[in-house]
C-alpha cells in the first residue's frame, strides 16, 4: 500500500517536472527572443552608424559592421548646429533637472509631514491638477505672458515639477522616515529647514537618484515646449533639430554637408548622420539608466499600488 | 448658565485659533520649503486653469483674457459641427483603445515569464536590456521607424525581399499606420510598464509557491492560481488608470508619424488642437477643442473608477 503511495508519487514528481521542464526551455527561447526584439534595432542602428552607408543600404550590415568608417560622426561634430543644439540640451537638462529635483523633494517631504496644519487641502491642491489641466494654448499664454517665451527659461521653469513625481516623493518619505526621527532631533534644537537638508535629504539617496533620471529624461527628450515656446535657431534644443533633419525636410541634411562636392559621397555621408545622429542623441540616457535601475521600482510602485 | 458656555465656548474658539497659529508658526520652515512648489503650482497650474475661460470668449491678443468678448459654445458647436469631427474622434479612439489592448496584458506576461526564468543571469540582461527603448525620445523613435521600416533600404524589408516577400511600404500605407503606431510603442514600453508587476510578484509569499510546490503544481498551475491573484489588486488599479486615459492620447508621436499619405486616420484630437491653435492662430477654437477632450477624460476616469469599486471593491479615489 504504502509502496504504490510512493510510487504514485514519485511519478506525479516526474510529470510536474518533464511539464516543468517544457515551461522552462520555451521560456528561456521567449526570453532570448524578447532580448533580440528589444535590442537588436538599437544594436543595429549602432553598427550602422559606423558602417559604410552603401553596405548598409543594400542589406549587408546584419550583425557585424561593414566598411568601417566615422565619417558621419564628424561630420556630426564638425556641423555648428548640432553641437550647439547639444550644448542647449546638456544645459537645459542640467538646470531643469535640478529645480525639479529640489522642488519634488521639498515639497513632498513637506506634504508627508502629519504633524502639518493645512495637509489634506494642501495636498488636493496639487492633486486636483493631476486630472485637469487647461491644455496648451492657456499654458501658451502664461508663457507669454510671463515674459518667458523664447528664453532659456521656458524650456525650465513651466514643467519645473511634475505632481505625479511630487506624489511618488511625498509616499515615499510617508514610508521611509520615521516620525521619531524628527522629534528626537527636535529635542536637539534642529529647525525644520535644516532637518530636512542635513537629514532627510541624505537618507532619500535613492529616491533623489531616481528623480534625477526621470526628470531628465524628460528634458532630454523634450520638443514639444521647444517647439512652442523657443523661437531663435540658437535656443534649439537636440530633438527640434533632429525633427527638422531626420524627419520633416531630410533636404536639409544637403546644406549640412554641402562641401562634399561628389553627389553620391553626399548621399553616403547623409545616411551616415542619419544612424550617427539617433546614437548621438540617445546614448547619454542609454549609459546612465543602468545605474539607476535598482531603484525604478520606488518610482513606479507607491503611487499605483494604492488600491 | 447658558452664558457662561457660549463665553466658554467663543474663548475655546479662540484658543483654538491660537493653538494653530502657534502649531503653523512652530513648523514655518516646512511652509517655506513648500512655498517655490505651492507658487509654481498656482502660476502655471491654476493660471492655464484660468485661462481655460479662452474657450468660452473670443479671444484676441490685444484684449487680453478678461477683455474679449464671451460667446458662449460657439466654439464648442464649430467643433462638433466640424465636418471631420468624428473622424477625429473615432481616430483618437480608436488608437488608444487598440494601444490599451495591445499594450496592457503584454507587460504583465512579459514579469510573469521574468520571474521564472530559470537562470538568473538571463533574467538580469533581459529586464535592463528591456528597459532601452523606454529612454529613446518620441522624435528619435520615429525617426527609427522611417529608417528601419524603409521602403527599399530599410532592414525590415530588406529582410523580408530575403525571405521572398514583396517590400512593404510601412510609413506611407495609411492602413499600416495604427500597427505601426501601437507596436512601436508597445515595444518602448514592456519593459518599463513590468516594472510595476515585477516588484508586486517580488512580494508573493514563497510559502504559498512551496505548497503549491508540495500540491504537485506545475509552474504554468502556480502562475494561474498563486501569482496571478496576488498582483490582481495592481492589474485592476493600472487597468483603471489606463482606461480612464483613453481620450488623452498624447499629441507627440502622432505628430512626427502624420505625413500626406496617412492622414486621414493619423490627425487625433491632439494634433488638431495643435494645428488650430498654434499653425493657425485660432486660441479660442483650439481651447474649447482642448477642453472639450479633458471633460471627456474626467468623466471617463470617474465611471471607470466607480464601475471598478463596484465590481471589485478597489479603485483609484
Known amino acids: 500500500m504504502q509502496g504504490k503511495k510512493k510510487v504514485r508519487q514519485k511519478s506525479r514528481h516526474r510529470h510536474q517536472c518533464t511539464s516543468d521542464t517544457i515551461f522552462d526551455v520555451s521560456n528561456t527561447i521567449v526570453m532570448l527572443f524578447m532580448l533580440v526584439i528589444f535590442a537588436y534595432p538599437i544594436y543595429f542602428v549602432l553598427i550602422a552608424s559606423i558602417s559604410d552607408p552603401m553596405l548598409v543600404n543594400s542589406g549587408q550590415v546584419i550583425l557585424i559592421p561593414k566598411g568601417l568608417s566615422f565619417g558621419g560622426y564628424e561630420r556630426i561634430f564638425e556641423n555648428e548646429k548640432i553641437v550647439r543644439a547639444y550644448a542647449n540640451t546638456i544645459a537645459y537638462t542640467v538646470v531643469g533637472t535640478g529645480i525639479n529635483v529640489a522642488l519634488t523633494i521639498s515639497g513632498g517631504y513637506v506634504l508627508s509631514r502629519k504633524d502639518l496644519p493645512g495637509r489634506g487641502f494642501l495636498t488636493l491642491l496639487f492633486v486636483v491638477t493631476m486630472f485637469f489641466d487647461g491644455g496648451m494654448i492657456p499654458n501658451y499664454l502664461i508663457v507669454r505672458n510671463l515674459r518667458l517665451y523664447n528664453t532659456f527659461w521656458a524650456m525650465v521653469i513651466p514643467n519645473a515639477l511634475s505632481v505625479w513625481n511630487l506624489m511618488l516623493a511625498k509616499s515615499f518619505f510617508e514610508t521611509s522616515i520615521p516620525g521619531e526621527l524628527r522629534e528626537v532631533s527636535e529635542v536637539d534644537g534642529c529647525g525644520n529647514v535644516r532637518f530636512f537638508l542635513s537629514i532627510v535629504v541624505p537618507l532619500s539617496k535613492a529616491l533623489i537618484a531616481v528623480m534625477v533620471l526621470f526628470y531628465a529624461v524628460i528634458h532630454w527628450n523634450s520638443y514639444f515646449n521647444a517647439m512652442l515656446y523657443l523661437k531663435d535657431e540658437s535656443r534649439q534644443n537636440l530633438q527640434l533639430l533632429l525633427r527638422q533633419i531626420l524627419i520633416v525636410e531630410q533636404a536639409n541634411v544637403n546644406d549640412i554637408s554641402a562641401s562634399m562636392s561628389d553627389y553620391t559621397e553626399r548621399m553616403k555621408s547623409i545616411e551616415q548622420l542619419k544612424y550617427g545622429l539617433i546614437v548621438v542623441a540617445s546614448l547619454p540616457m542609454m549609459v546612465i539608466y543602468p545605474f539607476v535601475q535598482k531603484h525604478f521600482v520606488k518610482g513606479v510602485m507607491v503611487g499605483a499600488v494604492k488600491g | ?317
Open chain 2, 1 to 317: 448658565m447658558r452664558k457662561v458656555a457660549a463665553v466658554r465656548k467663543k474663548r475655546t474658539l479662540r484658543e483654538r485659533i491660537r493653538r494653530l497659529f502657534r502649531m503653523m508658526w512652530r513648523v514655518r520652515g516646512l511652509y517655506l520649503l513648500l512655498l517655490p512648489a505651492l507658487i509654481w503650482l498656482v502660476v502655471f497650474k491654476y493660471g492655464s486653469m484660468y485661462g481655460v475661460q479662452i474657450a468660452f470668449r473670443d479671444y484676441s491678443f490685444r484684449k487680453g483674457i478678461t477683455g474679449s468678448p464671451w460667446v458662449g459654445l460657439k466654439y464648442f458647436k464649430a467643433f462638433w459641427g466640424q465636418h471631420n469631427f468624428w473622424t477625429l474622434f473615432s481616430n483618437t479612439l480608436i488608437l488608444s483603445v487598440y494601444q490599451l489592448i495591445a499594450g496592457f496584458p503584454i507587460p504583465i506576461m512579459f514579469a510573469l515569464l521574468l520571474t521564472h526564468l530559470r537562470s538568473q543571469r538571463l533574467k538580469k540582461v533581459v529586464q535592463t536590456v528591456s528597459y532601452a527603448p523606454y529612454f529613446i525620445s518620441a522624435v528619435v523613435l520615429v525617426a527609427l521607424l522611417q529608417v528601419v521600416l524603409h521602403r527599399t533600404t530599410g532592414i525590415v524589408n530588406i529582410l523580408l525581399q530575403r525571405l521572398g516577400c514583396e517590400p512593404i511600404w510601412f510609413m506611407g500605407r495609411e492602413d499600416l499606420f495604427r500597427h505601426v503606431y501601437v507596436w512601436s510603442d508597445v515595444w518602448q514600453k514592456i519593459g518599463w510598464n513590468s516594472i510595476i508587476y515585477i516588484a508586486a510578484l517580488a512580494g508573493v509569499s514563497p510559502e504559498l509557491h512551496e505548497a503549491a510546490i508540495m500540491d504537485g503544481a506545475t509552474k504554468l498551475q502556480r502562475i494561474r492560481y498563486v501569482d496571478l491573484p496576488t498582483i490582481r489588486p495592481t492589474i485592476v488599479t493600472l487597468l483603471i488608470l489606463n482606461t480612464g486615459h483613453v481620450m488623452s492620447l498624447g499629441f507627440e508621436k502622432a505628430y512626427l508619424m502624420q505625413n500626406s499619405l496617412n492622414s486621414g486616420v493619423s490627425e487625433i484630437i491632439s494634433t488638431f488642437v495643435y494645428k488650430i491653435g498654434m499653425t493657425s492662430g485660432q486660441f479660442s477654437y483650439s481651447t474649447a477643442v482642448g477642453l472639450f477632450n479633458s471633460i471627456i477624460n474626467l468623466i471617463l476616469l470617474i465611471t471607470v473608477n466607480k464601475i471598478s469599486k463596484k465590481l471589485t471593491d478597489s479603485g483609484l479615489f
